[in-house]
């Protein structure tokens, strides 16, 4: 019985950091931030700050912030990308699901952490 509702958990979980929107971006990751924002140039030229959905990494200045964005960077930096906006949040990012190629970042880096 524990194992069902450990299982309907995550399914839940998994499920709260699905894409609820159609929105595609696609464009150059040009700098990390941190471990969960990066910048981006879209094809159109427009540079997006974009917060990764369903991530929380350490800041910059807290334990392993460093590390976190390190890891981050040493993945995308420099690589073409498509991110599906999810929302924007409250300090005006685009928070959305990263992709390089067709490999999720967000889950990918999610497991690393």
Known sequence: MLAFAVSLAAAFLLAACVPKQ??????????????????????????IRTRLNCIDAPEKKQPYGESARRVLSATIAGEYIRVV??????????VGVVYLDNFNINLAYESRI
């Open 85 to 94: 906006t999810i929302e924007t949040d409250r300090y005006g990012r685009t």
């Open 22 to 47: 159609d929105d595609l971006i696609y464009g150059v990751a040009s700098r990390v931030i941190d471990g969960d924002t990066i910048d981006f140039k879209t094809d159109s030229g427009e540079t």
